[in-house]
C-alpha cells in the first residue's frame, strides 16, 4: 500500500494536471514495484511561497526578483 506525497508551490496547478500527476505517479509504481492502483495512495500538497524557503529566501522573494 504505497503513499506518495507531492509537494508543489501554491500558484495555480489546475486540476488536469493535478490528475496527471496522480495518473502518472501510479503508473509509475504499477509499471516499477507491480503496484495495485486501487492501494495506491497519491497526495498532492500545495504550500504557499511565503512557506517555501530557498536557501535564505522565500519563494514569494525569488518569484517577485525574477520579474524585476
Do not use: C, H
Amino acid at each position: 500500500m504505497p503513499y506518495v506525497n507531492i509537494k508543489v508551490t501554491k500558484e495555480g496547478l489546475s486540476k488536469a494536471k493535478k490528475e496527471a500527476l496522480i495518473k502518472g505517479t501510479t503508473q509509475l509504481l504499477v509499471e516499477v514495484l507491480d503496484k495495485n492502483p486501487a492501494t495506491t495512495f497519491i497526495v498532492i500538497d500545495e504550500v504557499d511561497t511565503d512557506n517555501w524557503g530557498i536557501g535564505y529566501d522565500q519563494v514569494t522573494t525569488l518569484r517577485q526578483a525574477k520579474q524585476d
